[in-house]
């Protein structure tokens, strides 16, 4: 499974994005995305979960402020953020998980740097 991440840059605080990530080679396995970011010295953290059964989900500090999505017939994940802040700033990682017969496989996109600032 390839995921491509698209949508990161330079954004003034209060601004917006919208990160994308495109599944490919999946061979209509159920995928399971999330969202995590990372800056460095720190470890990568859960921005939001975008389960195939279910709504999603957020880590505490992106409530309210984010969205996350998915069109499966596209096989792609979205997360809207609005409201950013400076400590927003930070590598945005896709994640899709397949699940067969209990076993997970973990897929990471390439990351998609985001910029807060004035």
């Known amino acids: 499974v390839q995921l491509a991440e698209s949508g990161g840059g330079l954004v003034q605080p209060g601004g917006s994005l919208t990160l994308s990530c495109a599944a490919s080679?999946?061979?209509?396995?159920?995928?399971?995305f999330s969202w995590y970011r990372q800056v460095p010295g720190k470890q990568r953290e859960l921005v939001a979960g975008i389960p195939s059964i279910g709504g999603p989900y957020y880590g505490d500090d992106v409530k309210g402020r984010f969205t996350g999505s998915r069109d499966d017939a596209q096989n792609t994940a979205y997360l809207q953020m609005n409201s950013l802040r400076f400590e927003d700033t930070a590598v945005y990682y896709c994640n899709a998980d397949i699940w067969r017969a209990g076993v997970r496989s973990r897929y990471w996109g390439q990351g998609t740097q985001v910029t807060v600032s004035s």
């Open positions: 080679g999946s061979d209509n396995s159920r995928l399971e």
